[in-house]
């Protein structure tokens, strides 16, 4: 069993900033790529930032230049820095990690956390 669990969400005022961490714990043999997904009410979910194995990152448009991922591998956690946040940056978001368990898992499965709620208002 894995489990993600996220902190650092809240309220914040437009132009500030807010870091989010997720910690993966229990049956981990590798981590393939850790991140964050985010849900506006009434948007489907999208992807924010994905860091994979091979320190490969990618983000959203939309952020690019406002938010930073980063990862402590001998934490296996994975951090979100939010910077010059907008309204539109309001929603749930969702830490996710694609997870070999042990050397017998090739391929591997995706978790998702229960997801922390970031608020951008004034």
């Known amino acids: 069993q894995v489990q993600l669990v996220e902190s650092g969400g809240g309220l914040v005022q437009p132009g500030g900033s807010l870091r989010l961490s997720c910690a993966a714990s229990?049956?981990?043999?590798?981590?393939?790529?850790m991140g964050w997904y985010r849900q506006a009410p009434g948007k489907e979910r999208e992807l924010v930032a994905l860091l994979t194995s091979g320190n490969n990152i990618n983000y959203a448009d939309s952020v690019k230049g406002r938010f930073s991922i980063s990862r402590d591998n001998a934490k296996n956690t994975v951090y979100l820095q939010m910077n010059s946040l907008k309204p539109e940056d309001t929603a749930v978001y969702y830490c996710?990690?694609?997870?070999?368990?042990?050397?017998?898992?090739?391929?591997?499965?995706?978790?998702w956390g229960e997801g922390t709620l970031v608020t951008i208002s004034s």
């Open positions: 996710y990690a694609w997870i070999r368990v042990d050397a017998t898992d090739l391929t591997g499965m995706h978790y």
């Open positions: 229990g049956s981990i043999f590798s981590i393939n790529a």
